[in-house]
Nanobody, 116 residues
Framework: VQLVESGGGLVQPGGSLRLSCAAS????????MSWYRQAPGKERELVAR????????NYADSVKGRFTISRDNAKNTVYLQMNSLKPEDTAVYYC??????????WGQGTQVTVSS
């Protein structure tokens, strides 16, 4: 299993970024996928989760209405569209997969910095 994130960077408050997570090594369309983030000195937290078909998602209260998770099962990729970014969104963002009986998998993370 491989999860490779991309799309992070430095953005001004109020700006937007789209993160991507390219997945391989498993049947992508069969599993829910999630994005987590970890800010300096804080615990890793769930940002958003999307079911295998892409038909439903849930979000942390702190990002509701600003972030959108989506997936393209033909491309084995999950996305996180982040709008109206705030300095408190600064964190390393991770793609996450849980496969029951096989274990948990994390990407290497991508840094998002929101600063003027």
């Amino acid at each position: 299993v491989q999860l490779v994130e991309s799309g992070g960077g430095l953005v001004q408050p109020g700006g937007s970024l789209r993160l991507s997570c390219a997945a391989s090594g498993f049947t992508f369309s069969s599993y829910p996928m999630s994005w987590y983030r970890q800010a300096p000195g804080k615990e890793r937290e769930l940002v958003a989760r999307i079911i295998s078909t892409g038909g439903s998602a849930n979000y942390a209260d702190s990002v509701k209405g600003r972030f959108t998770i989506s997936r393209d099962n033909a491309k084995n990729t999950v996305y996180l569209q982040m709008n109206s970014l705030k300095p408190e969104d600064t964190a390393v963002y991770y793609c996450y997969l849980r496969r029951v009986l096989y274990g948990d998998y994390w990407g290497q993370g991508t840094q998002v910095t929101v600063s003027s």
